[in-house]
């Protein structure tokens, strides 16, 4: 069973039009996290949401927000996208710390293509 | 923040065992040490954690030696499935971060027939 949904797996887009990724998790975990991976590099971490805390990576640009309306749905809005933009986002989420697990489940990512 | 160092890539053969060392100089007493294991398109997956000397599990172990400035993820028997890039983290337990930890540059590891 998918613990860790994102939706939706491609998306293309435009330069400069808003563009939103969907994670969901059946986990009900506190902490959310969004990386980003362009290809052939590590994953890099953007920001992450410890239930509604929101803390954000020093050099993730403006141009990224994140939303978490309720436990198990988390939104990355990129508002201006830029070529340099195009790679696979990646959600994860984990426990928190009341639990000592450093284990994060990561869904299958939404590829972002910018045209 | 611990950083750490891995081999960029490692090649071996179906049915041998790996060995993948991480250094991780300047980690911290509080810290984890947590492998995960990446495949094309895929997001990544928790293979094994540890804090010191021998973690197994039904997929791999994890050796780290007393002053646990590096460990080793052991791979038995590996398969052709078993190629991927694998990730050694150690964890940023900085109060609130607990469970942020970043990513280093993997390894890939290719099994060849």
């Known amino acids: 069973d998918a613990m860790v949904i994102q939706n939706p797996r491609y998306q293309v887009t435009q330069f400069g039009k808003p563009v939103t990724l969907s994670c969901s998790q059946t986990?009900?975990?506190?902490?959310m996290y969004w990386y980003q991976q362009k290809s052939s590099q590590a994953p890099k971490l953007l920001f992450h949401?410890?239930?509604?805390?929101?803390?954000n990576e020093a050099d993730t640009p403006d141009n990224f927000q994140s939303r978490r309306p309720n436990t198990s749905f988390c939104f990355l809005d990129i508002r201006s996208p830029g070529l340099g933009d195009a790679a696979m986002y990646l959600c994860?989420?984990?426990?928190?710390?009341?639990?000592?697990?450093?284990?994060?489940?990561f869904g299958p990512g939404t590829r972002l293509t910018v045209t | 923040l611990a950083k750490t160092t891995q081999p960029i890539s490692m090649d071996s053969y179906e049915g041998q065992e790996v060995n993948i060392t991480c250094s991780h100089n300047?980690?911290?007493?509080?810290?984890?040490i947590t492998w995960y294991q990446q495949f094309p398109s895929q997001g990544p997956r928790f293979i094994i954690q540890?804090?010191?000397t021998k973690v197994t599990n039904e997929v791999a172990s994890l050796f780290i030696p007393a002053d646990r400035k590096s460990s080793t993820l052991s791979l038995p028997r590996v398969s052709l499935s078993d190629t991927a890039v694998y990730y050694c983290l150690v964890g940023d337990t900085m109060g609130y971060n607990f469970n942020k930890f970043y990513f280093g540059s993997g390894t890939k590891l290719n099994v060849k027939p």
């Open positions: 994860a989420t984990s426990r928190g710390r009341v639990q000592s697990s450093y284990e994060q489940y």
């Open positions: 949401y410890y239930d509604k805390d929101f803390n």
């Open positions: 300047n980690i911290a007493t509080n810290d984890y």
């Open positions: 540890g804090y010191k």
């Open positions: 986990l009900n975990h506190n902490v």
